[in-house]
């Protein structure tokens, strides 16, 4: 048996003891029984590119740095944070300035443990019984996740058929559903798609006529957007977070997950008017960012450079898989990739038996994600060796599936 074959079996076997066992006599909520746990599989496999992190560890600089912050952190544990985790929000403010030319003041940002709790943070505040979150779908998936913990309505508008955002479509939903949260992803997960910032301008007026269904007569939707991956767009293209300034009901999620390689220690923060900071502090647990957290995520901060410095490989390295991808095809025909401005690319559109490719990919040691609609794949940029084992590994696994179906080339 192989090496890679054992790494699956033995990961298998985590993923199974990893399912829930749920008593009939807990009184779950009634709306949670049957649901299942969200995340992707986490699997000891050689090549992971299923969950778009940054592929490349921190340097032994940086290590030591966050070690050191984190023995004088240690000496105070006894005490509880900083519940306004002041240093990290200048700390914020200082890489927005330096990243998208942001300029905004402390309390325009916040921080939590991912942007996973920003999201839900906002969800908690703005969402509720009564009231809507819509988004323009496919989208990332979490989403639904926080409006059944919070009681939210969950409403999608299709995308276009190149994953943009309908826009008119968007606006005319906005002003017959009355949401309380628009959610627009920038660049989407799983489509890799950026929303250019005319159409979030139009979004964002068509919100500041619109009522809010469930809410106070004179309230207005806030517009949400989530740019977890928004380091990988083209150079020269504007974000979000220079409209904070212009928009009062404009919230900008950020990370430090994925193009600033911080996934382990769980920062993610938002951008915003005072006002919507103050409506998250409400919702927020008391000291909900540890001190181990927020000293962590100084040192990183001092390394910006270094945290960001294969950045550019990356964008580099999407360009050319994305080519590469484009050259491959799946019974006789060309597969489809998605234009990305992030760190990973949708291909394929025509993998009718995605779950068996990716079932192949898995015994090959690669690690992708079946996500997105049917026929798609998703695959994370990762280091030039693993990319090389990628590409390898699909070759195989899209000629295996065919024999596995039958087809033979004409
Ligand atoms: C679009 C999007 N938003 C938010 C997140 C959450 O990231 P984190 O909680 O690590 O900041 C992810 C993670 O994959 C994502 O794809």
């Not at 496919?138 to 309505?153: G, V």
């Given at each position: 048996m192989s090496a890679e074959t054992n790494a699956l079996?033995?990961?298998?076997?985590?993923?199974?003891?990893?399912?829930?066992?749920?008593?009939?006599?807990?009184?779950?909520?009634?709306?949670?029984?049957?649901?299942?746990?969200?995340?992707?599989?986490?699997?000891?496999?050689?090549?992971?590119?299923?969950?778009?992190?940054?592929?490349?560890?921190?340097?032994?600089?940086?290590?030591?740095?966050?070690?050191?912050?984190?023995?004088?952190?240690?000496?105070?544990?006894?005490?509880?944070?900083?519940?306004?985790?002041?240093?990290?929000?200048?700390?914020?403010?200082?890489?927005?300035?330096?990243?998208?030319?942001?300029?905004?003041?402390?309390?325009?940002?916040?921080?939590?443990?991912?942007?996973?709790?920003?999201?839900?943070?906002?969800?908690?505040?703005?969402?509720?019984?009564?009231?809507?979150?819509?988004?323009?779908?496919?989208?990332?998936?979490?989403?639904?996740?926080?409006?059944?913990?919070?009681?939210?309505?969950?409403?999608?508008?299709?995308?276009?058929?190149?994953?943009?955002?309908?826009?008119?479509?968007?606006?005319?939903?906005?002003?017959?559903?009355?949401?309380?949260?628009?959610?627009?992803?920038?660049?989407?997960?799983?489509?890799?798609?950026?929303?250019?910032?005319?159409?979030?301008?139009?979004?964002?007026?068509?919100?500041?006529?619109?009522?809010?269904?469930?809410?106070?007569?004179?309230?207005?939707?806030?517009?949400?957007?989530?740019?977890?991956?928004?380091?990988?767009?083209?150079?020269?293209?504007?974000?979000?977070?220079?409209?904070?300034?212009?928009?009062?009901h404009l919230a900008v999620s950020r990370t430090m997950s994925k193009a600033f390689a911080f996934a382990g220690s769980r920062v993610g923060y938002v951008a915003a008017a005072p006002g919507i900071i103050d409506c998250l502090r409400i919702v927020r647990m008391p000291y909900h960012l540890s001190a181990i957290t927020q000293a962590a995520a100084l040192a990183a901060f001092d390394h910006t450079d270094e945290q960001l410095a294969e950045v550019d490989h990356l964008r580099d390295i999407r360009q050319q898989t994305a080519a590469w991808l484009e050259q491959q095809t799946y019974k006789g025909q060309p597969l489809r990739v998605m234009p990305s401005q992030s760190n990973f690319l949708l291909f394929g559109g025509n993998l009718d038996e995605r779950e068996l490719i990716f079932e192949q990919m898995l015994e090959r040691g690669v690690l992708i994600r079946v996500v997105g609609p049917d026929g798609w794949l998703r695959v994370c940029m990762g280091t030039d060796q693993e990319m090389a084992r990628f590409r390898e590994a699909l070759v195989e696994s899209l000629r295996a599936v065919e024999q596995l179906c039958g087809y033979t080339a004409q």
């Amino acid at each position: 048996m192989s090496a890679e074959t054992n790494a699956l079996m033995d990961a298998n076997a985590i993923a199974d003891a990893g399912e829930p066992t749920i008593p009939a006599d807990l009184p779950l909520r009634n709306d949670l029984i049957g649901e299942e746990p969200y995340g992707a599989p986490q699997l000891d496999v050689p090549v992971c590119l299923n969950v778009n992190e940054n592929p490349y560890a921190p340097k032994a600089d940086v290590v030591n740095s966050i070690a050191e912050r984190i023995r004088e952190a240690a000496a105070t544990v006894n005490r509880y944070p900083d519940r306004e985790h002041e240093e990290l929000r200048q700390a914020f403010c200082t890489y927005l300035k330096r990243e998208s030319d942001a300029n905004l003041q402390p309390n325009q940002v916040w921080g939590a443990n991912g942007s996973n709790e920003i999201m839900l943070q906002l969800f908690m505040a703005f969402g509720g019984p009564g009231r809507t979150a819509l988004a323009p779908a496919p989208t990332y998936s979490m989403y639904p996740e926080y409006a059944r913990d919070t009681f939210t309505q969950w409403q999608t508008v299709p995308r276009n058929d190149d994953f943009t955002v309908n826009v008119g479509a968007t606006i005319d939903a906005i002003k017959s559903v009355g949401p309380a949260m628009v959610v627009l992803t920038s660049p989407n997960n799983p489509t890799g798609t950026a929303l250019p910032m005319e159409d979030l301008k139009l979004i964002l007026e068509a919100c500041q006529d619109a009522a809010v269904t469930g809410a106070q007569p004179g309230t207005h939707p806030i517009v949400v957007v989530d740019e977890a991956y928004v380091e990988f767009r083209d150079p020269g293209t504007p974000s979000a977070v220079t409209l904070v300034n212009d928009y009062h009901h404009l919230a900008v999620s950020r990370t430090m997950s994925k193009a600033f390689a911080f996934a382990g220690s769980r920062v993610g923060y938002v951008a915003a008017a005072p006002g919507i900071i103050d409506c998250l502090r409400i919702v927020r647990m008391p000291y909900h960012l540890s001190a181990i957290t927020q000293a962590a995520a100084l040192a990183a901060f001092d390394h910006t450079d270094e945290q960001l410095a294969e950045v550019d490989h990356l964008r580099d390295i999407r360009q050319q898989t994305a080519a590469w991808l484009e050259q491959q095809t799946y019974k006789g025909q060309p597969l489809r990739v998605m234009p990305s401005q992030s760190n990973f690319l949708l291909f394929g559109g025509n993998l009718d038996e995605r779950e068996l490719i990716f079932e192949q990919m898995l015994e090959r040691g690669v690690l992708i994600r079946v996500v997105g609609p049917d026929g798609w794949l998703r695959v994370c940029m990762g280091t030039d060796q693993e990319m090389a084992r990628f590409r390898e590994a699909l070759v195989e696994s899209l000629r295996a599936v065919e024999q596995l179906c039958g087809y033979t080339a004409q």
